[in-house]
Nanobody, 126 residues
Framework: QLQLVEAGGGLVQPGGSLRLSCAAS????????IGWFRQAPGKEREGVSY????????YYADSVKGRFTISRDNAGNTVYLQMNSLKPEDTASYYC???????????????????WGQGTQVTVSS
């Protein structure tokens, strides 16, 4: 069974940090670009960050640039999202998604991602 599983969410105070992980089972991530998306209550799901299959290209939403860092460990079949200086507006369910390796950019186009995790909740509150 092909599956992505996110972990690492939780409750954190403003200014705190969390590291999310996205682990694949049933397939290898080495041939897949990975995107992180989030959805806050009452809002549409939005792109947060992206990393290409070989890790050479990364993108970030303006709202998280300078605070979040995406990385991948292909040997470990896992992608990470390090989130620092968290703000209340970062509160959302966070999802990772995988799309076959491509030269196309359009990383926020959610329809191009074939596999999605179930999400992990991040709550930033004092």
């Amino acid at each position: 069974q092909l599956q992505l599983v996110e972990a690492g969410g939780g409750l954190v105070q403003p200014g705190g940090s969390l590291r999310l992980s996205c682990a694949a089972s049933g397939f290898t991530l080495v041939n897949y670009d990975i995107g992180w998306f989030r959805q806050a209550p009452g809002k549409e799901r939005e792109g947060v960050s992206y990393i290409s299959a070989n890790g050479g290209v990364t993108y970030y939403a303006d709202s998280v640039k300078g605070r979040f860092t995406i990385s991948r460990d292909n040997a470990g079949n896992t992608v990470y999202l390090q989130m620092n200086s968290l703000k209340p507006e970062d509160t959302a369910s966070y999802y990772c998604a995988a799309r076959p390796r491509t030269l196309l950019v359009a990383w926020t186009n959610q329809r191009r991602y074939d596999y999605w995790g179930q999400g992990t909740q991040v709550t930033v509150s004092s």
